[in-house]
């Protein structure tokens, strides 16, 4: 998920000038479906936990490393975790995979309260512990979200 538009994404206002939604934000948030991978790769665990590496890792690109600016962080919603099958259900072994990859190589979990949205510069942040109303970092607090 893309935090900052500003970048090299035109068109990121939330509503175009007629006031309609941009396409860019029709939907509020988006996520990586692993259910739709579970299907498109008829359940096979390892092409499923390779799109899944694949996926977290894209955000990378996006993210200043040497300066620690968070653009984009990976999210991944999960339904049930069972070895049913079904069309809302993860594979036990897939899911401890998953979780072994991202706490192995240092992701942090966070919840819809630690993203905040930045009204005039139209984006989204993660928020750090001890940061102003307006998400500004406190200089005397430290982030727990380290850079990647």
């Not at 991978?37 to 096979?44: E, I, L, M, Q």
């Not at 999210?75 to 899911?95: P, Q, V, W």
């Not at 706490?103 to 510069?121: A, P, R, S």
């Amino acid at each position: 998920m893309r935090l900052d538009c500003n970048n090299d994404l035109t068109g990121c206002a939330i509503y175009s000038d007629n006031g309609q939604l941009t396409n860019l934000n029709r939907y509020s948030i988006r996520e990586w479906s692993h259910n739709a991978n579970d299907k498109k790769y008829d359940y096979n665990s390892t092409a499923i936990f390779n799109k899944f590496v694949d996926v977290v890792d894209s955000q990378f690109k996006y993210n200043d490393n040497k300066n620690g600016i968070i653009n984009a962080i990976p999210l991944i919603a999960y339904h049930s975790i069972d070895n049913d099958r079904t069309s809302s259900s993860t594979d036990i072994d897939l899911f401890s995979a998953e979780m072994k990859y991202l706490y192995d190589n240092g992701f942090k979990v966070l919840t819809m309260h630690n993203i905040g949205y930045d009204q005039n510069n139209n984006h989204l942040y993660v928020k750090v512990p001890g940061a102003t109303e307006s998400g500004t970092p406190n200089p005397n607090s430290q982030s727990i979200y380290p850079a990647f």
